[in-house]
């Protein structure tokens, strides 16, 4: 099994609201990684998390709150956020630890802040 | 930190050869280069990975020199079906000291028929 699955596939919430986004991979992988990616842009690196503890976070607003619950999964915690966060979110896992190996990306959530 | 340079665009036609040269002036000893290609409204696909002279895969060839300061996907006889962005990456040292994939801002490959 090669693939890293994201749930939900679309999702659109207010900005009062709590939501989750989930992640999950069977591949053994020890890194998992959230980017967030704006319409005609690169992945811009949100959260890094090697072995279940977060090894980055690239000054993400705290409105976006990583979770690692067990080596599998991955949550990325929403709320209170802004229209211009409206964006695709992807989470990734990789064997190896920050950047030496081959990283397995899933297909994203689209998330629409209204 | 390490930071890549491609081209904005390409065309090409299919049953062409593309090449596409990334710069990587600042790369470190122990980073490796990876090209990785995106669909619209999805996650980016692995396609190749190396560290120095030569890699072939199914897919693609990655050439890269001994100085290592640029490298150029190769992928032949190109299809429709490989109009997408392509990015070129290199570790990135963040502030934390490690390092990480970061994206640049991709080649944009267009195949017409």
């Known amino acids: 099994d090669t693939e890293v699955t994201q749930t939900p596939k679309h999702l659109v919430m207010g900005m009062t609201n709590k939501k989750s986004l989930k992640c999950e991979q069977h591949?053994?992988?020890?890194?998992m990684y959230w980017y967030k990616q704006k319409a005609k842009k690169p992945p811009e690196l949100m959260f890094v998390y090697s072995y279940e503890k977060l090894s980055i976070n690239e000054s993400v607003p705290s409105r976006f709150s990583p979770e690692c619950p067990n080596s599998s999964l991955l949550n990325l915690h929403l709320h209170a956020l802004q229209p211009e966060d409206s964006a695709l979110y992807l989470c990734?896992?990789?064997?190896?630890?920050?950047?030496?190996?081959?990283?397995?990306f899933g297909q994203g959530t689209r998330l629409t802040v209204v | 930190l390490a930071k890549t340079t491609q081209p904005i665009s390409m065309d090409s036609y299919e049953g062409q050869e593309v090449n596409i040269t990334c710069s990587h002036n600042?790369?470190?000893?122990?980073?490796?280069i990876t090209w990785y290609q995106q669909f619209p409204s999805q996650g980016p696909r692995f396609i190749i990975q190396g560290y120095k002279t030569k890699v072939t895969n199914e897919v693609a060839s990655l050439f890269i020199p001994a100085d290592r300061k640029s490298s150029t996907l190769s992928l032949p006889r190109v299809s429709l079906s490989d109009t997408a962005v392509y990015y070129c990456l290199v570790g990135d040292r963040m502030n934390s000291g490690y390092s990480t994939l970061t994206f640049g801002k991709g080649t944009m490959l267009l195949v017409s028929p």
């Open positions: 591949m053994g992988h020890r890194a």
């Open positions: 990734a896992s990789s064997q190896g630890v920050f950047g030496a190996t081959e990283a397995f």
């Open positions: 600042n790369i470190a000893t122990n980073d490796y």
